[in-house]
């Protein structure tokens, strides 16, 4: 582990340094006032550990199984679209990184490196995210997965139409990037951002690259057009159809819709507001957990807000069997490549661990709700 860096907002400040405004508030914005964003940070805040004492924590154990496997620690690399604006071959680094932690990575719809490059390059069980796309789109993704050997589909269904950021409308962020004299300006003052970025050239949208998308522009229109803001229970079924493998719903938030994915035949869900980057104003994840999980038998995950091992262990003392990370990895990223992710799941792994010595469990199988209050 790194001892300048001690916590994800060390590497946040890191990836601020880093990076030109333009990407770094990509990174790191959220929807209109970013109200939301802040929220999913402090509604953490509304539970408290209640520490168990006398209870022997000299042995711990982190590790937790979830669809049969047992993974080295309760979180995950969440999907996150152009990974590579952040650092070249972002998906493979964040993929490889994941394998070699014994943590699961899910590679995004608007990912930087295709879904074969990412199953031929990164070892390690593969997740693919899919956005809510016309059933035609769908379904050629849903197959090219499904032949490099993806195990597990996520549906992410907060984002039939894009969410209203404004930091990337301020500064005119599109793809590809305009070299606005702002961006070139900007690039001047983070030189080792624009070497790589100048060496590796402008990042495709891998998964739509054709003979016709030859360009960016191209890719990103066709991704934009396809998205289906009218997807429902049947689109889901549809899909469900078309995937033999598991298929979690992400981006729920009421325990009503929960059942709803269940019935529609999803083997879990996964708690999200996309990190409060598409509706300003929506309730945390953390706070409609135990409620999901006490209407549904299948594993229930989350994610949004998340940045130290408390939280993660908050999320799991209510019910939750995994915790996603969307830009606590992705800082360690922008920051230093792969090494920054290692660092940060290292880092991260050790806030977990120990959180448990602190609370008096020795294991995160152990945790329950009996180690939290409510406080407000
Ligand atoms: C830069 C960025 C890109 C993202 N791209 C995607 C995406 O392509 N697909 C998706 O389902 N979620 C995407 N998300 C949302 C994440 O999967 C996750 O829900 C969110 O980041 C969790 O919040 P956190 O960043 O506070 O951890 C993205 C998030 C960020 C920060």
């Known amino acids: 582990m790194n001892s300048r860096r001690v916590n994800v907002e060390d590497y946040r400040r890191l990836a601020r340094k880093t990076l030109p405004r333009v990407i770094f508030d ?42 049969g496997t047992r993974w080295s620690a309760p979180f995950a690399i969440a999907p ?9 071959d972002g998906d493979i680094k964040l993929a490889s990184a994941a394998a070699s932690a014994g943590i699961p990575f899910i590679l995004s719809t608007a990912s930087n490196a295709s ?11 593969k997740w693919f995210q899919l956005y809510v796309v ?28 894009n969410g209203n950021r404004e930091r990337d409308r301020h500064n005119q962020f599109s793809l590809p990037l305009k070299s606005t004299p702002s961006l070139i300006l900007s690039g001047c003052l983070h030189p080792s951002w624009t070497l790589r970025f100048l060496q590796n050239g402008m990042p495709q949208l891998a998964n739509f690259v054709s003979t016709e998308n030859g360009s960016l522009q191209a890719q990103a229109a066709v991704m934009s057009r396809q998205m289906d803001a009218g997807f429902n229970p049947n689109s889901l079924k549809r899909l469900r159809e078309l995937w ?7 981006g729920i938030i009421r325990p009503e819709d929960a059942e709803v994915c269940i019935s529609c035949g999803a083997d879990g869900v996964i708690l999200s507001n996309h990190g409060g980057r598409q509706l300003d ?3 945390a994840p953390i706070e409609t957990l135990a409620e999901v999980v006490a ?43 792969q090494q920054g992710v290692d660092e940060v799941i290292a880092l991260l792994k050790a806030e977990v ?22 406080v407000s």
């Open 26 to 67: 990509y990174l790191d914005g959220g929807a209109e006032d970013e109200k939301g964003l802040a929220h999913n940070r402090n509604a953490f805040d509304q539970w408290r550990f209640t520490p168990h004492r006398l209870t022997d924590v000299s042995q711990r154990d982190i590790s937790t199984s979830l669809f």
């Open 80 to 88: 996150t679209g152009f990974n590579s604006a952040l650092w070249p």
């Open 115 to 125: 879904i074969e490059e990412v199953a031929r390059c990164a070892e390690g069980e």
């Open 134 to 161: 016309q059933q035609q789109l769908a379904e050629k993704l849903v197959m090219r997965a499904l032949k490099a050997g993806y195990t597990t589909l996520i549906v992410t269904v907060d984002v039939g139409v």
């Open 244 to 250: 033999p493998y598991r298929l979690l719903v992400k």
């Open 281 to 283: 104003g929506s309730l």
């Open 295 to 337: 209407r549904i038998d299948r594993p229930v995950l989350a994610d949004s807000g998340f940045r130290r091992g408390s939280d993660i262990v908050k999320a799991i003392c209510l019910g939750a069997d995994m915790v996603l990370l969307g830009r606590a990895t992705l800082y360690g990223l922008a920051a230093r490549g």
């Open 353 to 374: 661990d120990c959180t448990l010595a602190q609370i008096g469990c020795p294991a995160v199988d152990e945790l329950s709700a009996a180690y939290l209050r409510r």
